[in-house]
Each structure stands twice: as structure tokens, then as C-alpha cells.
């Protein structure tokens, strides 16, 4: 079946790859895909109370592979399984925490180079979970941004995630009373929770705003209020069956119809359209989609590969299965 695979562990995807690198690595996919040679597994998902099973996969170059993960209130372990498309031999099993947070910020980045000002120099961000780190990092990787303003419910969460952004980056981090106070004078703005409701509406945006909608990804959840459509001249998603699949903010709008609105983020970049003086609001959707994961996985395995770095694992050999058991055996 072939040579050993190889497992990366998380500190080795920390030690290979960076934030900038992985924005360049996911818009080079997203140009594969636009040419018909990368496909995405559409998202899966189960959910069992306030627990989700996700699953998502592609195909990309000579590897196909799936990121599964489930995320539970007790915590998550995601891996990103490498497979030959030649002959379905194991390549390599990633340890995905740190890539998750490249993915999901990395392919912001992508969107805002292409939808946001080019001079945008003010970020709004709603939430300070886990990915609203990488979210800010990747909109400072492709903007001029010199202040983040934070909001979310706990006054406690937005302190300590201002101080972490200040340490981090070196940014004028401030906290904001409310979603709209935040979203004052700001030109990109950022949503990054698990709000059940939504919580933006249209009037809180600035004429020429883009806006990042990542945190709403199953169909219990919404961000944004539907009048924000109206004032969307640009609109584009990470993956189009996912969003048309688990977006509840998507699904209301355009529902059985519309959907000729929304682009592919792989079409926009094939197709050359950015921003333009005539645009208001730009929104970028993202649900999180298999090539973003593939294209990090098969980067930081050339590089692993290169640097000699992660563990070999021996192919697993197939076996016969016991069909009879032993009191069947033992009557022949």
C-alpha cells in the first residue's frame, strides 16, 4: 500500500506553518477549485443535545482526506486524516487544533483581501472565543488595521481578550458597550459566537463595510438580521451546499430561490471582482469547507516532509476478519 505515514503533532503544525503562510496556501486552493481540480465533501453534521458531530472532506492534488471532530461542552480533539487518491493508502494524520484556527481565520483573510477597503483601518469583532484570535490576526494580515473594537456579553471576556489582542499584536485593542457601539466607524467588522438570535442589524454598518459572518454554523444558530441582505451589493461563502445546508441567515433569505446572489469565494478570485466604489456592504459567509483544511494539511506535510518532522506510522494491514466462532470452528 505503500511507504509509512506520518503523524503531525500539534506543535509541529505551530512550528511549520503561520497565519500569512496559510492565507497564501488557501487562496492557491481556492484558485485549484475554481479550475475544477479541487472538490469539497459537503459539510456533515450531527447534532445530539448541545453536542455536534461535524465531518467535512475534499479532494485536492493526489490527496484526499476529512477533518472530523466533535464538539462537545467538555471539550474537542479535531483530526485531519491524509489519504493517497491513487490508492487510498494512509499519507498522514494531523493533530488540528492550531490548524482549525489557521483555516477559519486564514480563509476571513482570503475573503476581506479581495471584499474589504483597501484602506480599512478599524475591525469590529463580536465574540472572544476560541477562533476570535486568528480572526482579528487575519484581518491585520491583509489590512492596514490600526484599532480593534471588542464587544461581547461579559465584561470580563472582552477585558481579557482586549489585553490578549494588545500583547499579541501591539494594536490599539478598546471595549465597546454594545454590538453597535463597536461597529461605529468600523470597516470591517467580525462575527465570531454561538448566538442562537440575532444580534447585528443593517443600520449598525458603516456605508462600505465588509462584513465576516463565521461563528453561525449549524442551523441553530444566527448572527445577522436579514435586512443586512438588502444592503449586501457583494456576497460570497466559503462553500455554497453548506451554507445552502446549514446557514438558517442563508436559508431564510434565499430559500428555494436566489441563490445566483451568492458566489463561490473560489468564483470571486477566478473571476477577478473586488470591491468597487459602487459597492455598500460586502459579507462573506464562511461554514468552514474541506479544501481550506486540505490545503493547510497538504502544505504542512510538504513541509513536514522537507524538515523531516513528525512520527512515522506503519500503513495498518488488512486482516481477516473472524466470521465463524470458535464452536463452529470446532465441528469441521
Known amino acids: 500500500m505503500g511507504a509509512d505515514a506520518i503523524w503531525i503533532t500539534e506543535a509541529e503544525v ?21 479550475r475544477g ?31 472530523t471532530w466533535t464538539h462537545t461542552q467538555g471539550g474537542t480533539c479535531p483530526l485531519l486524516l491524509l489519504w493517497s487518491a ?15 484556527n489557521l483555516r477559519t481565520g486564514g480563509i476571513s483573510g482570503v475573503a476581506a483581501d479581495w471584499m474589504a477597503r483597501p484602506d480599512a483601518k478599524v475591525m469590529a469583532i463580536v465574540g472572544t472565543g476560541k477562533q ?8 491585520l494580515a491583509v489590512r492596514p488595521i490600526e484599532r480593534l473594537r471588542i464587544y461581547s456579553p461579559r465584561e470580563d471576556s472582552r477585558q481579557a481578550f482586549a489585553a490578549k489582542a494588545r500583547e499579541e499584536f501591539g494594536i490599539d485593542a478598546e471595549i465597546s458597550a454594545s454590538v453597535s457601539d463597536a461597529c461605529k466607524g468600523a470597516q470591517i467588522v467580525t462575527l465570531v459566537t454561538r448566538a442562537a438570535q440575532p444580534f447585528l442589524t443593517a443600520t449598525m454598518l458603516e456605508k462600505g463595510a465588509h462584513l465576516n459572518a463565521v461563528g453561525a454554523i449549524a442551523p441553530d444558530r444566527e448572527e445577522f438580521a436579514q435586512d443586512v441582505f438588502a444592503r449586501a451589493s457583494l456576497v460570497a461563502v466559503d462553500n ?48 468552514g469547507m474541506g479544501i481550506s483544511d486540505l490545503a493547510l494539511g497538504a502544505e504542512l506535510l510538504r ?22 466462532g470458535a464452536k463452529a470452528k470446532s465441528h469441521v
Open 14 to 34: 505551530v512550528q511549520l506553518m503561520e497565519l500569512k503562510e496559510a492565507i497564501v496556501a488557501l487562496e492557491a486552493a481556492l484558485r485549484e477549485e475554481a
Open 37 to 67: 481540480e479541487a472538490q469539497n465533501m459537503t459539510k456533515t453534521l450531527l447534532q445530539y443535545g448541545k453536542n455536534n458531530l461535524h465531518a467535512i472532506g475534499a479532494k485536492l492534488g493526489n490527496l484526499v482526506g476529512t477533518k
Open 86 to 100: 491513487e490508492n487510498g493508502s494512509l499519507v498522514a494524520v494531523i493533530e488540528a487544533f492550531a490548524l482549525g
Open 132 to 139: 476570535a484570535l486568528a480572526q482579528a490576526g487575519t484581518m
Open 240 to 287: 455554497l451546499p453548506g451554507v445552502q445546508q446549514l446557514s438558517r441567515e442563508f436559508m431564510m433569505q434565499y430559500g428555494s430561490s436566489g441563490w445566483d446572489k451568492v458566489m463561490p469565494l473560489s468564483g470571486l478570485i477566478a473571476s477577478g471582482r473586488r470591491r468597487s466604489g459602487a459597492d455598500d456592504v460586502s459579507l462573506f459567509k464562511a461554514m
Open 303 to 324: 513541509r513536514a516532509r522537507e524538515r523531516g518532522a513528525g512520527r512515522a506510522i506503519p500503513q495498518p494491514k488488512k486482516m481477516k476478519p473472524r466470521l465463524a
